[in-house]
């Protein structure tokens, strides 16, 4: 069996989110993690591989830095990594960035493609379910389970208070949550591999099937109007009460104020 995993460097929000002029994310000024979902599929794909012992690719878009997110996967057990990233892939929207790794995806063979529910940075939960249309290929969303059974994958889809059972043949692509399990860590051994293993680099030359019309920002249907940093209140207003009474008379007296009460 040979697995695909599509996972995503992302800002670490702890450590401030920042703009470009245009309105896109300044990636390469920010700490970065592996998207949390995505990290849920790598280890549905490795406890795949422990039971069959199935093939894993793990593979990104992104800038040059993305390459430490496939060198956490590689660490973690994965088998080969790719990263696709050129000039003119920058500033893609979710249907520029799935037309980007459907075109990488058609270099390889597969059988099941995990890609996470959605990206921290985004939140549209579209760019899996993308990649499944530009294949052709069924698409399962939100699993929060996968087995096989023979040439097909049964999964548990997440649905409000309860999940559906859905079956499809493979090849496929399902999307996980990240509630779907505990990823495992990197063990040492594996840190060391990981940093003599070779990252596989591609570029828009190696995109199979794609129009340069729909790359990159010139190829990005949806446009950012406006982006900002996050508003930082201010101090406030600062009172000493002299006794639990006045404490509670002020804040009662400001509650009556705003019309609260």
């Not at 037309?99 to 959605?118: C, F, K, P």
Request: aromatic letters at 4%; a negative charge.
């Amino acid at each position: 069996m040979k697995i695909i995993v599509c996972i995503k460097q992302v800002p670490d929000t702890k450590g401030g989110v920042k703009f470009n002029p245009d309105g896109t994310l300044d990636r390469a000024a920010m700490l970065a993690i592996m998207n949390p979902d995505d990290k849920a599929g790598l280890e549905a794909a490795l406890r795949l591989k422990d039971e069959y012992g199935a093939e894993v690719t793990v593979l990104t878009m992104g800038l040059p830095k993305a390459a430490d997110a496939l060198r956490e996967a590689l660490a973690m057990g994965a088998d080969k990594a790719i990263l696709v990233t050129d000039r003119v892939l920058g500033g893609a929207d979710t249907w520029a960035t799935s037309t980007t790794v459907a075109g990488a995806i058609r270099n390889l063979e597969y059988d099941l493609i995990i890609t996470g529910r959605q990206a921290i940075d985004g939140d549209t939960a579209q760019v899996g379910p993308q990649i499944a249309e530009h294949l052709g290929i069924p698409v399962i969303s939100y699993a929060q389970d996968i087995k096989i059974e023979g040439d097909k994958v049964v999964v548990q889809r997440q649905y409000d208070d309860r999940y559906h059972v859905l079956e499809a043949k493979m090849p496929c692509l399902i999307t996980a949550l990240s509630e779907l399990n505990e990823p495992r860590y990197m063990t040492p051994g594996g840190i060391f591999d990981a940093c003599k293993a070779e990252v596989i680099t591609w570029g828009r030359k190696d995109l199979v099937d794609v129009d340069d019309s729909n790359l990159g920002l010139a190829g990005s249907p949806t446009k950012i109007a406006k982006a900002s940093d996050k508003v930082r209140k201010g101090a406030g207003e600062k009172v000493v009460p002299e006794s639990p009474e006045d404490a509670v008379s002020y804040i009662v007296g400001k509650l009556d104020e705003k019309h609260v009460i």
